[in-house]
């Protein structure tokens, strides 16, 4: 539910809108509005457009690194399974303290 009621060049299109109206002076009245109130407008929505861009960044690398170290955990979660089943048996009950179901004997 991400609609937006903005272009994606709002940026662009305040920045021209901004040039524009200072190249006009005082010919253009905004009600309700001076030029340092736009320019206001504008920088806050800079920083916050900057912010999403670093934020977005940064849950990127997160998941990168929580990914990595998952991947670690698992190979190294596998390596102690294996080890177990190699000392107990498939078949044994204490493979179930290592999160495995033990395996019955085939017929």
């Given at each position: ?12 299109q ?11 002076q ?13 320019e ?55 493979m ?11 017929k």
């Amino acid at each position: 539910m991400d609609q937006n009621n903005y272009p994606q060049n709002a940026l662009v299109q305040a920045s021209k809108a901004l040039e524009g109206w200072k190249k006009a002076q005082k010919e253009l009245n905004v009600p309700n509005m001076s030029m340092d109130d736009f320019e206001n407008k504008m920088s806050l929505a800079t920083g916050k457009v900057d912010l999403a861009k670093r934020l977005k960044i940064e849950r990127s690398e997160a998941v990168e690194a929580r990914n990595n170290s998952l991947q670690v955990l698992w190979e190294a979660t596998k390596k102690v399974r294996n080890q177990a089943k190699a000392t107990f048996g498939d078949v044994s009950d204490k493979m179930a303290n290592f999160g495995v179901g033990r395996r019955s004997k085939k017929k």
